[in-house]
């Protein structure tokens, strides 16, 4: 069993940065892939960012490609999610996900989740 706790998330501007971070619990945390999802109100929960195991290969939704950076910490079982040039568009819930095929991961199949973390960019 996996568990995830985000956390980070907050008002910010745009154009202004935020980190969210993910820590999980358990053993194997090296051995998941790890992801970021996000749901804005009245939409369906969207793909952000993914990170192997290892750390070495990253995916990104096209809507944040070049403003977000995913990296992970098997040290400190902790994924990361530095948003960068933020904008009102992103505001979202914030989930954490890990587990399952990278593919798997990406498509929204993980069967770790965290509960969640509030991002607000105001205008």
């Known amino acids: 069993q996996v568990q995830l706790i985000e956390s980070g998330g907050g008002l910010v501007q745009a154009g202004g940065s935020l980190r969210l971070s993910c820590a999980a619990s358990?053993?194997?945390?090296?051995?998941?892939?790890m992801g970021w999802f996000r749901q804005a109100p009245g939409k369906e929960r969207d793909f952000v960012a993914a990170i192997s195991s290892s750390g070495i290969t990253t995916y990104y939704a096209d809507s944040v490609k070049g403003r977000f950076i995913i990296s992970r910490d098997n040290a400190k079982n902790t994924v990361y999610l530095q948003m960068n040039s933020l904008k009102p568009e992103d505001t979202a819930v914030y989930y954490c996900?890990?587990?399952?095929?990278?593919?798997?991961?990406?498509?929204?199949?993980?069967?770790?989740w965290g509960q969640g973390t509030q991002v607000i960019v105001s205008s």
């Open positions: 358990g053993r194997t945390f090296s051995s998941y892939p």
């Open positions: 996900a890990a587990g399952g095929s990278s593919s798997q991961l990406r498509a929204g199949g993980s069967p770790y």
